[in-house]
């Protein structure tokens, strides 16, 4: 198969479901493949790593979206996410993300860990008593779109009440992050848009009226007190990109997750006895599984890749998803073990655009993962997971679960027990 049917197999329902078998296709080619005059598919982890911190290589400008997405402005979801730190380069992004980044520093997650923790826990409450007669409980709606939505939706000092209708309206806007929309999933994600901006236009004026100990206080009062540092549109744009990546990456990462840890049991016994162990497995799971599949690239001068010259203005595919099963940086990449040396996905990205709650993401995982194993007695599957269609972020739709009754421990009739020493590879 060659670089342009594999990518048109990638775009395909089937092939957005399940991209792994495709990424190998493309793999076979090399790890940088042509698949058309300016367009390029990368697969290999060094490649990916190195282009993503080249600054050679951003994000599409204004220009560059007139030319290849006429009549962007005129999409209230192109327009706002184009306005926000995830779809614009330097200098304009270093002056947004230093704006946002004080809420995000290693200190100040690590002092949300409580906050996390008592979250989650009463998420796993209600699980239980919903699935106490043996019903089946879905994973995404009752615990891994809440736990990370409550955490941002802190942080933004967004009022509980209103969190339920966030994940409508961040699935239909997130449609413009993929390859390939159609004019009815762009007419979604329009009202998504439109309706994601005029929450926090709200919000806003309440916050300049009663100013709080939140983000959205704090980033009002910068435009207000310097429009230069930061516009109005940039201020409602990046509202948005943080509520919705600050909770659609991690939702995603908890629910592929949950199904690779109930597919290995030894592996799940030890990780719900041993949460000491959580770093590691949630980077193995992020590399397994990534939430996010791929970013794209254009090229501002030459530069050579994958033994292949790249022209000024090559636009390139990075797959993610593939970069992290590359044999080349992990052998045996399509075995989950997360007792790997040296796992460093690239789920978050690398360079200037490095998700900047890669570690609170991070944090509602290593919390959630042990804690969910520890105290659902009866954790499988429930039936079949339904997937979202989609490339970009991969996740699923619902994951219908049992949970058992509440347990102090982990479950141990299914593998290794729970004060077992874990296996090394």
């Known amino acids: 198969m060659d670089p342009a049917d594999a990518l048109a197999l990638l775009m395909s329902p089937q092939g957005r479901v399940n991209p792994y078998p495709t990424y190998e296709r493309l793999r076979a080619h090399g790890p940088v493949v042509q698949a058309g005059p300016v367009f390029y598919a990368v697969t290999g982890y060094a490649e990916v790593d190195e282009i993503l911190r080249d600054p050679r290589f951003g994000v599409m400008d204004d220009e560059l979206r007139d030319q290849f997405l006429p009549g962007w402005r005129e999409s209230p979801a192109v327009a706002s996410i184009s306005r926000s730190m995830l779809r614009t380069n330097p200098p304009d992004h270093s ?49 891994a779109y809440p736990l990370p939505v409550g955490v941002i939706c802190a942080l933004l000092g967004v009022p509980a009440a209103d969190r339920p209708q966030f994940r409508r309206w961040a699935a239909d ?17 329009d009202r998504g848009a439109a309706e994601l901006r005029g929450y926090f236009t709200e919000l806003v004026a309440a916050r300049r009226r009663a100013p709080a100990d939140d983000l959205t206080t704090a980033l009002v009062q910068v435009h207000d007190s310097d429009g230069e540092r930061l516009s109005g549109d940039e201020l409602l744009s990046n509202l948005v990109i943080l509520l919705v990546a600050g909770f659609e990456t991690t939702t995603n990462l908890l629910g592929n997750g949950l199904v690779v840890l109930l597919g290995h049991p ?5 990780l719900g006895g041993h949460p000491e162990f959580a770093p590691g497995y949630v980077d193995e799971l992020l590399r397994y599984d990534s939430p996010v599949q791929l970013t794209t690239r254009m090229s501002t001068a030459p530069a ?17 998803g593939a970069a992290n099963r590359d044999p080349r940086r992990y052998p045996e990449p399509a075995r989950f073990d997360p007792w790997r040396p040296q796992i460093h ?7 200037p655009h490095y998700c900047l709650g890669a570690g609170l993401a991070r944090l509602e995982a290593q919390v959630a993962f042990p804690l969910l194993l520890r105290r659902l007695s009866g954790l499988a599957l429930a039936g079949e997971p339904e997937r979202r269609v989609r490339l970009t972020l991969r996740g699923y739709a619902t994951l219908p679960v049992t949970v058992g009754d509440a347990a102090t421990g982990p479950r141990t009739d299914r593998g290794t027990p729970a004060g077992a020493a874990p296996a090394t590879p």
Do not use: C, H, K, N
């Open 304 to 320: 050579s890749y994958g033994g292949l010259d790249l022209p000024a203005g090559s636009w390139l595919m990075l797959m993610l």
């Open 345 to 351: 996905p690239l789920s978050f990205g690398a360079g």
């Open 266 to 270: 030894r592996a799940a016994a030890t």
């Open 95 to 143: 002056r947004m993300r230093r704006l946002a980044a004080g809420a995000f520093t290693p200190r100040r997650i690590a002092a949300m860990r409580d906050v996390v923790v008592a979250q989650a826990a009463e998420l796993v409450d209600a699980m239980l008593e919903r699935g106490r007669d043996g019903e089946p409980v879905d994973f995404m709606a009752d615990f």
């Open 173 to 189: 806007l997130t449609g413009v992050l993929e390859p390939e929309i159609t004019p009815a999933e762009l007419a979604d994600a």
